[in-house]
């Protein structure tokens, strides 16, 4: 069985990096044909995808985030990770990592981050 | 980027009864739509996937069609634990993207 579990500081300052690992357990980040992705929900609203990265390190990031992200991959530890610079209160949310063939799925639980100082 | 426009975004409906929502992508998206259930606190979970096939372990109750930019997701007898949000979300270009949600509560 396939799990994805979010980990990072749920604070982080503004003007500050937040920066989240997801451990992947049941499934190798090197096994080929899967997207390791993040997603964010902000407080009662609706899903946004952040990015994706291959296996292979292929990397492609939403548009909206672009400038501010880094998506990376650690295949030692079947762990995936994303860096966001320079977060304001609009980068509150919940974040989400999951695979994707196509859809999404499996998800991890979820981990808010605040961004407050 | 593919819009996704779902609706309604909230839904009133009873135990037992039978419930339709529908999403619309601005482009062709074939069968490249997947329909998601969320329950307040959760992640969300797949239901189906392209746009008719049943992921496993999702009760018979939910069904998907469509094709092309008009979809439908149907919840036939509902049940308490079928209240929650569903999401569409397109997967035949990146971006993905998701419809708005539609909120479903107990009448």
């Known amino acids: 069985q396939v799990q994805l579990q979010e980990s990072g500081p749920g604070l982080v300052k503004p003007s500050q990096t937040l920066s989240l690992t997801c451990r992947v357990s049941g499934d190798s980040l090197r096994r080929g044909g899967y997207y390791w992705s993040w997603l964010r929900q902000h407080p009662g609203k609706g899903l946004e995808w952040i990015g994706y990265?291959?296996?292979?390190?292929?990397?492609y990031y939403n548009s909206t985030l672009k400038s501010r992200m880094t998506l990376s991959l650690d295949t030692s530890n079947n762990q995936f990770s994303l860096r966001l610079n320079s977060v304001t209160a609009a980068d509150t949310a919940v974040y989400y990592c999951?695979?994707?063939?196509?859809?999404?799925?499996?998800w991890g639980q979820g981990t808010l981050v605040t961004v407050s100082s | 980027d593919i819009q996704m426009t779902q609706s309604p975004s909230s839904l009133s409906a009873s135990v037992g009864d039978r419930v339709t929502i529908t999403c619309r992508a601005s482009?062709?998206?074939?069968?490249?739509l997947a329909w998601y259930q969320q329950i307040p606190g959760r992640a969300p979970k797949v239901l189906l996937y392209a746009a008719s096939r049943l992921e496993s372990g999702i009760p018979f109750r939910f069904s998907g069609s469509g094709s092309g930019t008009d979809f439908t997701l149907t919840i036939n007898s509902l049940q308490p634990e079928d209240f929650a949000s569903y999401y569409c979300?397109?997967?035949?270009?990146?971006?993905?993207?998701f419809g708005q949600g539609t909120k479903l509560d107990i009448k």
């Open positions: 482009q062709d998206i074939y069968t490249s």
């Open positions: 999951a695979r994707a063939g196509q859809y999404f799925d499996p």
């Open positions: 990265i291959s296996y292979s390190g292929v990397t």
């Open positions: 979300q397109q997967y035949d270009l990146v971006p993905y993207t």
